[in-house]
Every structure is written in C-alpha cells, then in structure tokens.
C-alpha cells in the first residue's frame, strides 16, 4: 500500500522515518525547524531586543539580543554539531516566548496552560497557537482532496498533529505511530482527530545523513527487536534492552545512550523500570567510548544525597561518561492505583483523572523525592555538571553517536564572536563579543583582538603564532575560562 506520509512538528529532528519504495513524506518537521530558526529571523529578534520600545535596552534584553546573534552566527556555518543543536534549542524559545499557548525546546514541548498529558488541553493549546499554521496550510496543498498518514510518534507532536488535521479535515486522516498507537481511543474522542482512520503502522528510523559521520546509513534502535544484522546503528536504551543485544551487534555499534534511574556499580544498574541489570558484559563488548548515561534524578526510595553521589560517580569514576540528567518520571499504567514496587521499594501511584494522555504516574513513598524536588535537583546537577563537562544539549538521536577525535584548541562549536551594536550587556556599548551557547557565558573583547579571536572562531590556529607571549597567554585563558577553547596556548 502506498502511502502519503506527514511527520509533524515537533519530533527529534535528527531522524527521519525509513518508508516504502511508493510512499511520499512530507517533512513538516522540517520545514517547521527551518522556518522558526532561520538566522535571519533570529537576528531581526536580536536587533528588535536592542531597541526595546522605552529606548533604554536592560542588561538582560541586551545579554538576550547578543545569544541570539551568537545563535544566528552559529547556524549560519551550516555545520551539523552540538552547536547547532544549542542554538536551535535557543531559536525555539525565543521565537515560543510570546505564544500564548506554547513553549518550545529542542527536545520538549510545554503547554501555556496544562500539559501534553490532557487531550482537552491539547486540543486547547492547538487552537490557541498560531505556531503551526503554516505546516498546517503546506500539508493541505500537498495532498489535496488525498488520504494522508499523521505519524504522530511521540506526545510533543498531538499539538501540531491537532493542527494539520483540521486543516485537512479528519476524515482524510489515518493516524498512525507508536504515541497514537498507545493512545488510540483517547485521540479518536478529540475533535480534531474525530473521523480520523487508525493504523499500527510505525516505520523504522534512521539518522538524517547529514548528522552521520560520513553519511552513512546509521538505523535508530529503542529496543533490543529493533536491532537487524550487518547494519551500522545507534540508540538509547534501556540497560535490560542493552543486554539482550546479542555479542555480533555491539561490532556495528556507532554509540549508545544508556537511560539509569540507580546506580552503584556496573554490575547493579537499575533502569526506569525497576529491573536491575549487570552491564559488565555490555561494556566489555562495546568499550565505554560509545556509551553514554542518562542518569534519572529522583528514582524511588533515592534522597537528594544519593542522587548527587551516583552522578558524581559517573561524572569523574571508571565507565561511560555522564551524558545528562533528567528528573525520574514513573512509567504509566492502567489498573487501580494501589500500592505497588519498584525496584524493591514500596510506592503508591496517584490518580491524574484529567491525563487521558497519560505517559507518567506521579507517586509517593519512603524516602522518594516528590516533584519540585527532583526538577531542582536536576537544575542544579546539570548546572555543576554542565560547566566542567560535554553534557547532551538534549535528548536527540544524533547526540547518541559516540565522539570523534577532537584537537584539544579546537574552537567550540557552540561559541561565536558576536557585534553588539547598543549598550552592550555590560552598558560600555557597542563592541566585540564571545558568547557561548553551552556554559552561557559572554565577555568582551578589546578592539585590538577582535580580528584575532574571529579567525579562531573561522578555525585559523595559525594566527597564535603571530601573538607575543604575554598577550597568547593572556588572551587563551580568557577563551579557556569562557569555555570558547579548550586548553591554554
């Protein structure tokens, strides 16, 4: 059967869906990135931040303005790196901000009022938001009067899908994907998706080549049936799907991150599941260079203190490095919601009647962190963690891929030499900046060296060699501490 594909926003944009040799796609995923985050529209926001209306531009409207040039300059080199992933995830808020429904990250989607877990706010938030209405438009041009398949893989992207279907009409929608899959009869009850067909149908995935080194086929596997011989993969998995990948498949491995909700050796890693897991084989067979932790902050029966301890462990101890924090969610379950285990500690699920969408249970229990804590917790780890290591810029497909070689001097991918035209942040005006999108950080720089630093900034280590000794020192270690180079000159 040949079908006519449309991928909404908002889905990890390093993937795309391996389809049959008749099937069409349409990428509105795509085309909703390039849209919001092409550097021009970011550097009009820039400008329009510098002159705010009371003609008076604030530390922060300044500092605002300077990261989203920074993030203009970034995406303009046209590279395929973390950089860009930073400075799409900065692109996104800012162009979300003044929605009044929405908020938008690289790797997430909030609602203004309610969550992704309510099909009633959803439907809300779809028609409140002007966001999509473009992709909406461009889907009903391309199929005209045609049946299409909403694949619709995750809950960030209902809001968007919601949208498309009523410019389409839902009686010319098949919805289709693993989030519609799950939650089929909830959708169906939804207005927008009121008519709409059904199908279990999800494609397999593959990383966009443009992310993959060299351009290879590289497939996307969440689970252990995922993976099929001979074929160069990646993934994020859970540690028990990991183990029953068989010896031959690590051989094809490009890099995986590894989801760990309790950690104290590598024989005894728990995943979001509860099930503990030996991973000693795992690592002897792939080598801790392409496996990275996600480590869940806040897991039951685990207190501020453990939490920090086991990220601790991993951010400076033997084994894969740390690659993220997250704040522990309790997979969702039908059924009555009594007292239950997890990993051999007692908690008690709690009834959300409003989430017909539900992806997670809230819970209770002795010594569990409740959830203001853990997100702060996590703000607080990703904070230290972040300024003296590679954390993810967020949970995509392409940051799964084990790290090349990288010359130490090599200019960050996620820093860029940026011009403030007013006041600057610091109120000394116009002048020559270093911003860095990964440690947040910005400083200025004297005239003098302005064209110096921009050659690094282009990839020219050549020129340190026409600096005097004092003034290389000087200048590397203000790049060093800025996070802009990664070791002195």
């Known amino acids: 059967m040949t079908r ?6 908002l889905y990890d944009l390093s993937l795309e869906p391996i389809l049959g040799p008749g099937d069409e796609l349409f990428d509105a995923n795509a085309e909703f990135l390039d849209r919001l985050c092409a550097p021009v ?11 705010p209306a009371s003609g008076v531009a604030t530390a922060e409207t300044a500092t605002r303005a300077l990261f989203a040039a920074g993030a203009a300059t970034i995406l303009d080199r046209g590279r395929y790196d973390w950089g860009r992933l930073r400075a799409t995830g900065l692109a996104l808020r800012l162009t979300a901000e003044a929605d009044p429904a929405i908020r938008l990250a690289v790797d997430d989607v909030e609602l203004v009022n309610g969550t992704t877990e309510s099909g009633a706010d959803v439907v809300s938030a779809a028609a409140g938001t002007a966001l999509f209405a473009p992709e909406a438009d461009r889907a009903r041009s391309w199929a005209p009067g045609a049946r299409v398949h909403l694949l619709v893989e995750t809950d960030q992207q209902v809001p968007a899908a919601a949208a498309v279907a009523v410019a389409l009409g839902p009686h010319r929608v098949t919805l289709c994907g693993r989030f519609a899959a799950a939650h089929r009869r909830a959708l169906r009850a939804l207005a927008p998706f009121a008519g709409a067909e ?3 149908w999800t494609p397999s995935w593959r990383l966009r080549r443009e992310w993959a080194p060299a351009g290879e086929d590289i497939r996307w596997v969440r689970d252990a049936h995922q993976w099929h011989p001979g074929r160069p993969w990646a993934g994020w998995l859970a540690p028990e799907q990991a183990v029953l990948l068989p010896a031959r498949a690590w051989r094809d ?4 991150a590894l989801t760990v909700a309790r950690f104290s050796a590598w024989s005894a890693v728990t995943g979001v599941s509860g099930v503990d897991t030996d991973l ?3 690592r002897r067979l792939v080598g801790d260079d392409r496996l990275a932790v996600e480590l869940l902050v806040g897991a039951p029966g685990l207190d501020a203190e453990a939490t920090t301890t086991a990220a601790r462990r991993l951010r400076s101890g033997p084994g894969p490095r740390l690659a993220g924090l997250s704040p522990f969610r309790l997979t969702s379950r039908t059924g009555p919601r009594s007292s239950t285990m997890w990993g051999g500690v007692p908690l008690t699920r709690q ?4 989430h017909d969408l539900p992806r997670w249970d809230r819970f209770h229990g002795p ?3 409740d959830d203001a804590d853990r997100q702060r917790i996590t703000g607080a780890l990703t904070a230290e963690f972040g300024a003296e290591t590679e954390l993810y810029p967020g949970r995509l497909a392409c940051c799964a891929l084990a790290p090349g070689g990288q010359p130490s001097a090599t200019w960050e991918p996620s820093a860029a030499v940026v011009e403030a035209s007013g006041a600057g942040p610091d109120g000394r005006g116009p002048g020559s900046f270093v911003v860095n999108l990964r440690t947040g950080s910005a400083f200025r720089l004297h005239p003098r060296l302005t064209p110096v630093v921009r050659r690094l900034a282009s ?8 600096l005097s000794d004092t003034v290389r020192t000087k200048l590397s270690g203000q790049l060093v501490r800025a996070g802009a180079i990664r070791s002195p000159q």
């Open 4 to 9: 006519r594909v449309i991928l909404p926003p």
């Open 41 to 51: 529209g970011l550097r009009a926001w820039a400008e329009s931040a510098a002159r």
């Open 198 to 200: 059904f199908e279990d």
């Open 253 to 256: 491995c490009r890099g995986v």
């Open 280 to 282: 000693e084989t795992v």
């Open 351 to 354: 009834d959300s009647p409003r």
């Open 367 to 369: 010594g569990s962190l």
């Open 459 to 466: 990839g020219d280590a050549a020129v340190w060699q026409h």
